[in-house]
């Protein structure tokens, strides 16, 4: 598996693979018009396109023999979507495709993140998670973050609990 950064050439399968995992980690839990509303708005190209060309975000894809398994999306600055720290680094997004979960794909995007991290030299990195994730959440509490606070995640029209997340790096 390699990792790789991604480029505005790589907005289709962006695209592809940022639809294809938030349906398979959130489809169960939500309603179809819901689902569908949010993938319309935040993967559609004009947003995506946005998103890849914020010098504040970067995106990367783990690639096995050619094909995207996985991706990671960080937020720097005022590009994060909450807190907007400059001694911060936001994960936004560690998707994988479910046939690949417990295959190390999304250690190795988490793994990438921590690297950015530590050489931007940012005191914690944060992000936030779905409450009724609890495979996510027990990822994050294994690489040793903490729980800090909520937000609201807006799903189509449902408004959803988030668990805010912290790790402290120095």
Known sequence: MEIRRVSITDIEKVK???????????????????????????FSMETLKGELLDENSEFYFV?????????????????QTEIKDDNALEIERIYVLRTF??????????????????????EYVWL????????????????????FGKHIFKLGNDDQTDVLMK???N
Do not use: C
């Not at 639809?19 to 935040?42: I, P």
């Not at 936030?128 to 729980?147: L, M, T």
């Open 63 to 79: 690639e096995l023999e050619s094909q995207v398994v996985g991706y990671l999306k960080i937020n720097f600055g005022k590009s």
């Open 101 to 122: 979960y417990g295959k190390g794909v999304g250690q190795l995007l988490f793994g990438k993140a921590m690297e950015i991290a530590k050489d931007r030299d940012v």
């Open 16 to 42: 592809r693979i940022g639809e294809r995992t938030f349906l398979e980690t959130f489809s169960s839990g939500n309603s179809k018009e819901n689902m569908n509303a949010y993938l319309e708005k935040e």
């Open 128 to 147: 936030g998670v779905w409450e009724h994730n609890p495979r996510a959440i027990r990822f994050y509490q294994k690489n040793g973050f903490s729980a």
């Open 167 to 169: 790790l402290e790096l």
